[in-house]
């Protein structure tokens, strides 16, 4: 991988870290705030409505100016949702904000991954990528837990936090989130330019929309682009509900406190870097279409949980389910990304992608908390997202495999 790549690797750890750090730091403020458990994956919701809403602004934006500069102000308006929680702004406000950031930060982040590396070596940065994204998730989850678990014990945190707006030991956990965004900043600087010539961006927000509105159709109408695109939106609609489900399940089935909860959550994440890991070694973007199967089975999958009563079993379980994940996803967003520099602009094929998955991120936790208001068991819950994980890559397959086309992907002229 180049030098660049490296850089661009470690400010998006640190700005996942402080992510994941403050999403679990956001639900236990609901909770000192007596809000309703239900509210818990709104915040998921409210977060990625941003990806949705500024989809056809964020890819522009990416492929007009120099993408880390674009990382730079995004972590900026991250560490401003996290500052603004401090000052006792309500959580879904602070981390609807914290969205924006990360909806600006995303087609700028993947956009200079597909410019940094060549196209052989695509799957394998995308591993790695994947893998540091999924140490964010399991260490800032981790710290997460420490930060509204043992760290709000210290007589110094509750010091600290009388002295903010926020007047609870929470303040002391959202400092240190903040002081994360602030080195996430820092790392940007250090990214080098990727020497891709800038795109004119769209004169009016009616031309940016109609140019969206065209790369979707595009996308979506490419065998291997929409083929691509339409597993990654399931997936990353599914893993945002099972992050949720897995919350609760450790909860009811096990026992946990929201702290424990929140490290056995990591497990999946775990699972999830070493399949990428694997994925990214033995993977060849043209392979990609083969890990499809993969999809199913990992959906079939996901109701085991409720069989699982006892962490020795639960652990091995979880980490299982996250290797499929893993396994499966990389090489299929490396293959969307390639597709989509071949057919559109890297910022804004990512933002394509950006607004697919997150729109079903929104449908499957809005569904997943309307269910849950109504009082549906979380046994039914569970069956219902890996039966629809499993039917809908199933689907996805028998279109590709309706549609044949060559995979001619070394090419980095557009086809």
């Given at each position: ?38 509210l818990a994956p709104l915040l998921k919701a409210v977060f990625t409505l941003a990806y949705v809403l500024l989809a056809p602004v964020v890819g522009a934006l990416a492929d007009r100016w120099p993408k880390a ?347």
């Amino acid at each position: 991988m180049t030098p660049g790549i490296g850089y661009l690797i470690a400010a998006q750890f640190v700005s996942g870290l402080a992510d994941n750090a403050l999403l679990i730091i956001a639900i236990a403020r609901l909770s000192e705030l007596g809000q309703s458990a239900w509210l818990a994956p709104l915040l998921k919701a409210v977060f990625t409505l941003a990806y949705v809403l500024l989809a056809p602004v964020v890819g522009a934006l990416a492929d007009r100016w120099p993408k880390a500069w674009v990382m730079l102000g995004a972590n900026g308006v991250k560490g401003l949702g996290c500052a603004l929680m401090a000052l006792a702004l309500d959580p879904l406000l602070a981390f609807a904000l914290a969205g924006v950031g990360a909806a600006v930060y995303s087609p700028a982040k993947y956009g200079l991954v597909t410019e940094l590396s060549p196209p052989a070596q695509l799957v394998q940065a995308n591993g790695w990528l994947e893998v540091t994204t999924v140490g964010a998730i399991i260490l800032g989850t981790a710290l997460g837990g420490v930060l509204v678990g043992p760290l709000l014990q210290l007589d110094a945190a509750r010091q600290l936090g009388r002295q903010l707006p926020v007047d609870t030991a929470l303040g002391a956990a959202i400092l240190v989130v903040l002081v994360l965004y602030v080195l996430a900043g820092a790392l940007n600087l250090l990214i080098p330019a990727s020497g891709v010539r800038a795109h004119a961006i769209q004169p009016s927000l009616r031309a940016l929309l109609l140019r969206f509105g065209q790369a979707q159709r595009t996308l979506w109408q490419d065998t291997l682009g929409g083929v691509s695109l339409g597993v990654t939106t399931l997936f990353w609609g599914a893993g945002a509900t099972l992050q949720f489900v897995v919350l609760a399940w450790a909860q009811q089935n096990l026992g946990f406190s929201l702290s424990g909860a929140a490290y056995l959550q990591g497990l999946v994440a775990v699972g999830i870097g070493i399949g990428a890991l694997m994925a990214g070694r033995w993977v060849a973007l043209q392979q990609a279409p083969q890990v499809l199967p993969l999809g199913v089975l990992m959906g079939l999958a996901v109701p085991l949980l409720t069989l699982v009563h006892g962490v020795g079993v639960a652990a091995p379980l979880l980490a299982t389910v996250g290797a499929l994940a893993g396994f499966f996803v990389v090489p299929m967003n490396a293959l969307l990304q390639h597709r989509g520099q071949q057919l559109l602009g890297t910022g804004e094929s990512i933002a394509v992608q950006n607004f697919n998955e997150n729109l079903c991120v929104l449908l499957m936790l809005g569904a997943y908390a309307a269910l849950q208001a109504a009082g549906w068991p979380l046994v039914a819950l569970v069956f219902t997202l890996g039966g629809f994980t499993a039917v809908g890559v199933a689907l996805v397959m028998r279109r590709y495999r309706r549609s044949p086309q060559n995979l001619v992907l070394l090419k980095e002229k557009q086809p």
